[in-house]
């Protein structure tokens, strides 16, 4: 077991479903290398809850947004993440670090993470892993980390780092359920938040095409003809148009390599 990983003023909150016992296995044994206290989170089981979870999803944005019928692993995730933030407000951690229970951390998480707390004054969401992240513009470093933002789509919530303030701010109009959770808040147009990449990522997310939300290599994903899809490209062009613009006024499309100072 690594040393303890002591941050005071960090909350680490492990989203896990019951049933998945295998998958949390996993991760205490790489918590346990990582010797980082945490606690585990139960995940809301969308499957099992269907019906009572239902009415919180817009199911026209949903599908209009993202081309296909919302999976109900999606919901359970979205809600998921929700009962993370409200525990998070409910304690007087600053900063709350989630993870989902298919991360492995790089050797230099730690250090990662250290830095990135460091720098807290410089973002408001921080990946620290990626499903993509794609179009990114450097705002700075964070010792030997760029701190990117990201043109594209910035996809994957398995990782990331969230304060206080922004939890707050963002709880109460993060419902009803209008895309995936992590499609919801790569919108820094329409949040106005600082939400950033920490590159190298110093971890990724690793589940052998078994996932307990789009199920066995996406065999649960069932997308609509090409014809019920335009509304998606729409809105995703309409999107990029909007966070390209958003980026602009805020200054953040032009790269910045210069160091970034640290507390």
């Not at 009572?52 to 944005?61: H, M, N």
């Not at 250090?111 to 620290?128: E, F």
């Amino acid at each position: 077991m690594s040393p303890a990983l002591r941050l005071p003023e960090l909350m680490v909150l492990l989203i896990n479903l019951p049933r998945s016992t295998d998958r949390r296995a996993r991760m205490e044994r790489r918590m346990a290398a990582l010797g980082l206290d945490y606690e585990l989170m139960p995940a809301v089981d969308g499957r099992n809850r269907l019906e009572e979870l239902l009415p919180s999803v817009d199911v026209a944005a949903f599908e209009r947004h993202v081309g296909r019928d919302v999976l109900p692993g999606e919901i359970g995730c979205y809600h998921s993440h929700l009962r993370a933030w409200r525990h998070f407000l409910a304690s007087d951690a600053q900063v709350l670090l989630v993870l989902e229970d298919d991360m492995v951390f790089h050797d230099d998480f730690a250090d990662a993470l250290r830095t990135a707390l460091r720098g807290r004054a410089h973002w408001d969401m921080l990946k620290l892993s990626k499903i993509r992240a794609k179009q990114p513009v450097c705002q700075g470093l964070l010792g030997p980390y760029r701190l990117n933002a990201y043109i594209g789509a910035a996809t994957g919530f398995g990782a990331y780092l969230v304060q206080r303030e922004t939890a707050q701010r963002l709880l109460p109009r993060l419902l009803p359920i209008r895309a995936p959770i992590d499609r919801e808040l790569e919108q820094v147009q329409r949040h106005d938040i600082r939400h950033f990449g920490l590159e190298p990522f110093p971890s990724h997310p690793q589940d052998e095409g078994q996932s307990t939300i789009t199920g066995s290599n996406f065999g649960a994903v069932k997308r609509y003809s090409l014809s019920r899809r335009w509304t998606k490209y729409a809105e995703q062009t309409t999107h990029l148009m909007a966070r390209v613009a958003y980026l602009a006024r805020k200054g953040r499309l032009q790269p910045r390599h210069a160091a970034l100072p640290l507390e």
